[in-house]
């Protein structure tokens, strides 16, 4: 069956790397900090934290401490704080290593559209084309497809770019997918999904 939210973010917790500086966006990323067990993995957040913890338990939320979703965390006993200028300095100076984001549309060249839907209201880009331009790996997590049953994997984006060629790998509901030479490659279903009803729900082009 495919994987639900946690689910989604535990796989991707496991394309973190020991020893890592990590930017985790909003949305199903944020849940990652919560699977990170064992390893040595240090937190990055736009708003000025190195070091966030995981989400802290019901009735011990600090409200002076959020992420750039302005969802209450945790600090650790490493945790520095800065101005955003210095955070943002981090990130296009190449220090952080990996970015997990969110997505609205993904494309099979790796282009990604993940801030903005015209005619709506939003309240800015965020950090998004910092993170997809400095970062070393761009890992998106999202669901396969729409509410509408429409793919969010296409030949081509058709919202607003957050960055050209920027997406390494994709892990959605239904499985993990790679951008490589001439579109996507299958690397893992999830449980009882089938690399079949993936590439009936995609509407980029699959590679073998």
Known sequence: ?????????ERAAQELEDGTYVNLGIGIPTLVANYIGDKDITLQSENG??????FPVE???????????KQTITELNRTSYFDSATSFA???????????????????????ANWMIPGKL??????????????????IVMDHQNKHGESKILHECTLPLTGTGVVDRIITNLGVLD?????????????????????????AKIVN
Do not use: F, H, S, Y
Not at 59 to 69: T, V
Not at 90 to 112: P, Q, S, T, W, Y
């Open 1 to 9: 069956m495919p994987w639900d939210r946690e689910q989604m973010a």
């Open 49 to 54: 934290m190195l070091g966030m913890g995981p």
């Open 59 to 69: 009735g011990e939320e600090d409200p002076d401490l959020i992420n750039a979703g």
């Open 90 to 112: 981090m990130i296009r100076g190449g220090k952080i290593a990996c970015a997990i984001l969110g997505a609205m549309e993904v494309a099979e060249n790796g282009d990604l």
């Open 122 to 139: 939003v309240k800015g880009m965020g950090g998004a084309m910092d993170l997809v331009a400095g970062v070393q790996k761009v890992v």
């Open 179 to 203: 951008v490589v030479e001439g579109g996507l490659k299958i690397v893992e279903t999830a449980p009882d999904v089938t690399e079949e009803q993936i590439r009936e729900a995609t509407e």
